[in-house]
């Protein structure tokens, strides 16, 4: 008995101890919080866009070394900056609607052969402006009118289709694919390029509507495996060619594989 009771009060001693030190031994470690996203700590830092894998950046006070080498039409002083490894219509469409909301121009446009190994392009924009605030401002958004212009983009494991639509061109359009500037512009996308063919003859079949122009793995594009037609004219008529495009687009690139499904939610 005296020994039990000699063990009930050393035990009560040591649990004595460990309630004093404010951590008792038995209580799990906190789990660290994991950051969704890691926001640069630079200034130069904008955003970013996971559709397309699409970043936003700006420069205040680009150095004048680099004008003539970036072919910049006029010597801005400050250039915001749009890039992704995925998609190129998203990104020009909504860098448009940049273009119309804000004191900016659209400087270069570029067409990187990319797409992490696919069939199309990834994008490069260059926007100028006299204030880095306008150049911010741009690209902000740039990356949140991607989230719409993604949303008529199709893919499956043999390809991609893209299908994009303005009621009023601006001058992004007018700079990457020669759209008269304040009319209705569209363009169709069919990876592999034998599908945009179809998709290119569909879409000018459905509808009165000017052929800007075509552009081919060989002609027009970083020999990519694509067909693209660029669209204008009535706004009602081009929607209409693009929607046709798009219902023929679907069905072909469904044979070669799953059905297309959207990156995001449709639009036109």
């Not at 969704?36 to 955003?47: I, L």
């Not at 909504?94 to 392009?121: F, Q, S, Y």
């Not at 983009?153 to 299908?163: C, K, P, S, T």
């Not at 363009?187 to 800007?212: H, L």
Request: hydrophobic fraction near 45%; proline fraction near 5%; avoid cysteine.
């Amino acid at each position: 008995m005296a020994n039990e009771e000699l063990i009930n009060k050393v035990m009560g001693e040591v649990m004595k101890r460990v309630s004093s030190s404010g951590a008792p031994a038995s209580a799990p470690a906190p789990t660290p919080a994991v950051s969704e996203s890691v926001r640069p700590a630079h200034t130069e830092f904008v955003g970013t866009n996971p559709l397309g894998d699409t970043v936003g950046l700006v420069i205040a006070n680009v150095d004048a070394k680099l004008h003539k080498h970036m072919k910049m039409d006029k010597p801005y002083r400050s250039i915001g900056i749009i890039g992704s490894r995925t998609g190129a219509g998203p990104q020009i469409f909504a860098a448009d609607e940049a273009v119309k909301a804000t004191n900016t121009e659209v400087v270069t446009i570029e067409l990187p052969r990319d797409t992490k190994g696919g069939a199309g392009h990834g994008s490069l924009i260059v926007f100028g402006a006299e204030d880095v605030s306008d150049a911010r401002r741009a690209v902000e958004v740039t990356l949140e009118e991607v989230t719409r212009t993604f949303g008529d983009v199709y893919a499956n494991d043999a390809g991609h289709l893209e299908f994009q639509y303005t009621a009023r061109a601006s001058g992004a359009l007018e700079k990457a694919f020669g759209a008269p500037v304040g009319k209705a512009f569209g363009i169709t996308v069919g990876a592999p390029a034998a599908i945009g063919v179809v998709m290119a003859d569909t879409a000018v079949k459905a509808a009165m509507v000017d052929v800007v122009g075509y552009a081919s793995p060989g002609e027009g594009t970083s020999f990519t495996n694509e067909v693209i037609s660029f669209l204008s004219g009535d706004s009602g008529a081009v929607r209409q060619a693009v929607t046709a495009a798009r219902e023929i687009g679907l069905d072909l690139l469904g044979a070669l594989g799953a059905k297309p499904e959207s990156l995001a939610t449709p639009y036109i």
